[in-house]
């Protein structure tokens, strides 16, 4: 992915935004966003915002800080910063659950597809890069904000290499032994995290892991 198409599709995220007023306040738990964080967040230009001022927000968000409003308000930067990768917390699969919790199925159109635009191109982009681990943490995250994830999977058949596709499933070998994904936060998306599963369970898979590495599986 280009750098000018990611560039583009975050200012599409802003752009769609930029109605949404700025809060006068953000209410909640004072000792997970203490006065001086609220103060720093509400009095910065929002593409100013750093990762660390605005990280406390955007893992609390809608848990014990905050509300749609003032979320809408900060959703540009918060998802800017996810995909550049600047977050060392909270990860991916926390911000993009908030989409859930947000109710963004209900936001217009106008809002939705340029945030469903920019994971999309997100996803190329870990795809394209391979690293198993990043694919892992947004797929879960995009599990976490969809109810449906097969075509995300059938992007990983797709464009990701064998060695890949290997490791994504070595890296979930629980699902062999436990019955459920490695990812913890697949728990709070159990139907996507089903669909997954099945992939996992698919005879192409198991041929696939069985071919490389000689694993064995019941009927």
């Not at 605005?54 to 918060?78: M, N, Q």
């Not at 809002?111 to 797929?139: C, R, T, Y």
Request: aromatic share 10%; with cysteine; net charge negative.
């Amino acid at each position: 992915m280009e750098q000018r198409n990611s560039d583009a599709a975050i200012a599409a995220v802003y752009t769609a935004f930029a109605a949404v007023p700025k809060p006068a306040e953000i209410s909640g738990c004072e000792h997970c966003l203490p006065a001086e964080e609220v103060n720093t967040l509400l009095s910065t230009p929002l593409r100013e915002i750093t990762e660390g001022q605005i990280s406390s927000y955007a893992a609390d968000v809608f848990l014990t800080v905050g509300e749609s409003g003032d979320f809408r308000f900060f959703w540009p930067r918060i998802i800017e910063l996810a995909v550049m990768g600047r977050f060392l917390w909270p990860d991916p699969e926390v911000v993009l659950g908030k989409l859930r919790l947000a109710n963004w199925r209900a936001w217009d159109n106008g809002l939705q597809l340029p945030v469903q635009a920019l994971i999309d191109l997100k996803f190329a982009l870990v795809l394209e890069q391979g690293n198993v681990d990043e694919i892992d943490s947004w797929l879960c995250g995009i599990g976490r904000c969809h109810d449906d994830i097969q075509p995300y999977l059938g992007k990983l058949v797709d464009v990701a290499s064998r060695e890949v596709l290997l490791g994504f499933a070595l890296g979930n070998v629980s699902v062999y032994e436990k019955g459920k994904l490695t990812n913890a936060f697949w728990e709070d998306a159990s139907v996507t995290a089903q669909q997954v599963i099945a992939w996992l369970n698919s005879d192409e898979t198991r041929a696939l892991l069985t071919e490389e590495y000689g694993m064995r599986f019941e009927p």
